[in-house]
């Protein structure tokens, strides 16, 4: 089963996606915050997962911050960046640092399925 880390300040997002990929087939690992992530991925060493989806916009350490941190050490593994307030400059960032995807919220259900779906696949 496929593992997918999320990592988003938002709890009710946080839940909505944890359930949402769930009930498709995906073992989830949720993260309030980016130095929650980090320091998960410190202890064990490694970026477990198929994928991560995370947000762009979060207090003390944005997703592109970890994005650029961990994309030098694990760079096999797809980040999918999601935001309720892009920019063109963001999105274009995202991608030079290596990002998978970036969305913007809202965005349909069978949206996020399907770049997780590649994401996971391609991993």
């Given at each position: 089963?496929?593992?997918?880390?999320?990592?988003?300040?938002?709890?009710?997002?946080?839940?909505?996606?944890?359930?949402?990929?769930?009930?498709?087939?995906?073992?989830?690992?949720?993260?309030?915050?980016?130095?929650?992530?980090?320091?998960?991925?410190?202890?064990?060493?490694?970026?477990?997962?198929?994928?991560?989806?995370?947000?762009?916009?979060?207090?003390?350490?944005?997703?592109?911050?970890?994005?650029?941190?961990?994309?030098?050490?694990y760079p096999k593994v797809?980040?999918?960046?999601?935001?309720?307030?892009?920019?063109?400059?963001?999105a274009v960032q995202a991608?030079?640092?290596?990002?998978?995807?970036?969305?913007?919220?809202?965005?349909?259900?069978?949206?996020?399925?399907?770049?997780?779906?590649?994401?996971?696949?391609?991993?």
């Amino acid at each position: 089963m496929p593992t997918v880390f999320i990592c988003d300040d938002e709890v009710e997002i946080l839940r909505y996606l944890e359930k949402l990929l769930r009930r498709n087939g995906y073992t989830v690992e949720t993260f309030r915050h980016g130095h929650d992530l980090l320091k998960r991925v410190a202890v064990s060493g490694i970026l477990d997962c198929d994928a991560l989806l995370m947000d762009v916009r979060m207090p003390n350490m944005d997703g592109l911050q970890i994005l650029k941190q961990l994309s030098r050490e694990y760079p096999k593994v797809p980040v999918l960046l999601m935001t309720g307030h892009g920019t063109m400059n963001d999105a274009v960032q995202a991608i030079k640092l290596g990002a998978f995807d970036y969305l913007t919220k809202p965005f349909p259900l069978h949206k996020i399925l399907e770049v997780i779906g590649r994401a996971v696949s391609q991993h």
